[in-house]
């Protein structure tokens, strides 16, 4: 017989995403981000001139990586632009790829943007209370394209799901965001 796990509940403020409980806090800056913005010049800069600015946190009070469990998290995404590209995470496929993910937005505005290896791709919306479902097979990099505010979202998935980082970083995501003369352009 499997140990049982003991049920537990936390606070999450649904305006800011602030989970007062997390213990884990993943931090990406810009240094962490060279090699997936288009214009890596104007990346360089930014690290520069304004000091390695933060660009997303991730906050976890992590469930046991199995089978079974649901992994939970909050996102908190910069605004902010690399060149004329927004900024984003990452990306990534799961590790074990059969597994979806559900975002819930709490704040902000931009895009979920996702591919398969086949190539095939599609974009949401993301703003607050809106819901994105991420199919198994599908990578998924959200992009904030808010001027001021930051995009935020609690993220759910399977507890084995893992990170596959690797594939994205060589593939790309198809797609990238950019601003252009006022507007928000996918290219
Ligand atoms: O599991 C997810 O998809 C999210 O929690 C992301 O990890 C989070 O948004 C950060 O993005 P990434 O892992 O691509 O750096
Ligand atoms: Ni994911």
Redesign the pocket.
């Known amino acids: 017989m499997p140990d049982i796990m003991t049920p537990f509940g936390l606070a999450i403020d649904l305006e800011t995403g602030d989970m007062v409980a997390a213990t884990n806090r993943l931090v990406?800056r810009a240094s962490d981000m060279r090699g997936y913005y288009a214009d890596a010049e104007a990346l360089d800069r930014l690290i520069q001139e304004q000091d390695d600015p933060l660009h997303?946190e991730?906050f976890e009070l992590p469930v046991p990586p199995e089978n079974g469990q649901l992994m939970y998290?909050i996102?908190k995404l910069q605004p902010g632009q690399v060149g004329q590209e927004f900024f984003m995470?990452?990306?990534?496929y799961h590790s074990v790829s059969a597994t979806a993910?559900i975002y819930l937005c709490l704040a902000g505005r931009g895009y979920m943007v996702m591919k398969t290896a086949e190539g095939k791709w599609a974009t949401e919306e993301m703003m607050r209370g809106r819901m994105v479902y991420v199919p198994p097979h599908w990578a998924?990099?959200?992009v904030n394209t808010d001027a001021n505010e930051t995009l935020v979202?609690f993220?759910v998935?399977p507890g084995d799901a893992g990170?596959n980082?690797g594939d994205i970083e060589r593939e790309g995501l198809g797609k990238r965001v950019f601003q252009r003369g006022g507007d928000i352009v996918l290219e």
């Not at 995470?89 to 990534?92: A, P």
């Open positions: 990406r997303y991730v998290c996102s995470t990452k990306g990534h993910e998924h990099r959200s979202s993220c998935y990170h980082y």
